[in-house]
C-alpha cells in the first residue's frame, strides 16, 4: 500500500509541476508579466522566514556537540585549528546509558557509561497522570518491569517502586534491582560528571514544553550540555520558541507514522493502526513529512543535529544534511563492525545500547 500511495502522490506532484511550467512558459511568453508562481514562492519565503528559530550561535553548538568527527585526523585525533576549546568531540552516545549493560534509562546506567569513560547520554522523557518528569521509553511498563499498566495513566506513586531490572539479561546482576529514575535526578547525575545530554522527548502533551524550560532554568549548565531530540517537530519548534538558545535535535526512521518498527531490508515492522483509514492517513503523512523535513521542518524549527536510523545513514545523506549545517548522528549502533563503519568511515557520532569494548570515546 505505502508504494501505491507514494507513487499516486509522485504522480500528483508531476502533473502540478508541469501544469505550472506550462502556466509559467505562457505567461512569460505570451502575456508578458510576471508568473503568479513568483509571488507565491516570495509569500513563502517571508513566511517561513517569520516562523523561523534560528539555530543558537555556532559557539555554542560546538560547545555541546564538540568538534564536528569529520574534522577528525585520520589518527582520530582533534586538530588544533578546529577545537573549540575543550578539544572535545562527540563520538559515542550510550543510548539510555547503554540499556545491554545496565537497565536502561536507569541511574545505575548513567554511572556505569560515565565509568566507562563515554561522554554523552540519551535519555528519554515521558510525563505520569500527576505530570511528574521521568526517564522512560516505553509508553507501557509490561517490557522493563514485567508488570501492565500505561505511563499517561499511573501516578508517581504507582510508578517508583517498580524494578525495571526484572527482563534485564543481566538482572542476576542487580540484586537490588533498579527504579525508576525522575528527571532532575537523572540531569543532575550527568551534569556532575560533565556529561553531554540527549534528552529525547517520547511525550505528545505540550505539557512538556514547559517541564524542560523549566529544568533548563533550574540548570542553566544545560545550554552548555543539552540536546533538545523529538520526532515530533512541533514539540521541539514550541520548547525552541520560548527559549531559542536550547540545542536541538529531530529524530527520524522510515515509516514512523505507520509501523512500530523499522529494519533496513527487512519487511515493515507491524501497522501501528488497525483502522485501515487511520493507516492511510499514516503513510501520506509519512510521505508528505519525509519530503518536508530536509526542505522546510528543520529550517523552520531551527535543529542543529539529526538522528538517523542507522540503515539509512549513507555518504549522500550525510554530505546533503552537512550541506544545511545540520550534523547527522545514527541510532543504534552496536555490532562492533557497524560501530567501525559509522565512526572509521563515515565519521559521524552514533548511539549505542552497550559500551563493551569501546575504545575511543
Excluded at 93 to 120: I, Q, T, W
Excluded at 165 to 171: D, G, K, M, Q
Aim: aromatic fraction near 10%; charged fraction near 25%.
Amino acid at each position: 500500500m505505502h508504494r501505491i500511495i507514494e507513487l499516486i502522490l509522485n504522480s500528483a506532484l508531476l502533473w502540478i509541476f508541469l501544469q505550472t511550467l506550462l502556466s509559467v512558459l505562457i505567461t512569460v511568453l505570451y502575456e508578458f508579466c510576471i508568473p503568479w508562481i513568483v509571488w507565491g514562492s516570495l509569500i513563502i519565503v517571508i513566511a517561513l522566514r517569520l516562523a523561523r528559530v534560528s539555530p543558537p550561535p555556532i559557539k555554542t553548538v560546538q560547545e555541546v556537540l564538540g568538534v564536528n568527527p569529520f574534522l577528525l585526523g585520520k589518527d582520530n585525533s582533534v586538530p588544533e585549528k578546529h577545537g573549540n576549546g575543550e578539544q572535545y568531540c562527540m563520538r559515542v552516545v550510550a543510548h539510555r546509558g547503554g540499556g545491554y549493560d545496565y537497565p536502561e534509562n536507569s541511574l545505575l546506567a548513567f554511572r556505569n557509561s560515565k565509568g566507562k569513560g563515554c561522554s554523552a547520554v540519551e535519555l528519554d522523557l515521558r510525563l505520569t497522570k500527576d505530570n511528574i518528569p521521568i526517564i522512560f521509553h516505553d509508553p507501557t511498563i509490561e517490557r522493563l518491569t514485567g508488570k501492565t499498566g500505561t505511563i499517561s495513566e499511573m501516578t508517581w506513586e504507582e510508578l517508583r517502586e517498580l524494578d525495571i531490572s526484572y527482563n534485564h539479561p543481566l538482572r542476576n546482576k542487580f540484586s537490588d534491582g533498579e527504579k525508576i529514575a525522575l528527571l532532575h535526578d537523572a540531569l543532575q547525575e550527568c551534569l556532575n560528571s560533565e556529561q553531554r545530554i540527549i534528552i529525547d522527548i517520547k511525550e505528545t502533551r505540550t505539557d512538556i514544553v514547559q517541564v524542560v524550560l523549566d529544568a533548563y532554568k533550574k540548570y542553566p549548565k544545560l545550554f552548555e550540555r543539552g540536546i533538545v531530540s523529538s520526532f515530533n517537530p512541533i514539540i521541539v519548534y514550541m520548547i525552541r520558541k520560548k527559549e531559542p538558545r536550547i540545542v536541538s535535535s529531530l529524530a527520524w526512521r522510515p515509516y514512523y507514522f505507520s509501523r512500530l518498527s523499522y529494519a533496513g531490508l527487512e519487511a515493515p515492522g507491524a501497522a501501528r493502526f488497525r483502522n485501515p483509514f487511520k493507516h492511510l492517513a499514516a503513510c501520506i503523512l509519512e510521505i508528505l513529512y519525509e519530503w518536508s523535513l530536509s526542505r522546510f521542518v528543520y529550517y523552520i524549527v531551527g535543529i542543529s543535529a539529526i538522528l538517523l536510523h542507522k540503515d539509512i545513514v549513507n555518504p549522500r545523506v550525510i554530505e546533503r544534511w552537512c550541506e544545511r549545517g545540520i550534523r547527522v548522528m545514527a541510532w543504534t549502533v552496536n555490532r562492533p563492525s557497524e560501530k567501525t563503519h559509522f565512526s572509521r568511515l563515515l565519521k559521524v557520532t552514533y548511539l549505542t545500547d552497550t559500551l563493551h569494548l569501546e575504545k575511543d570515546m
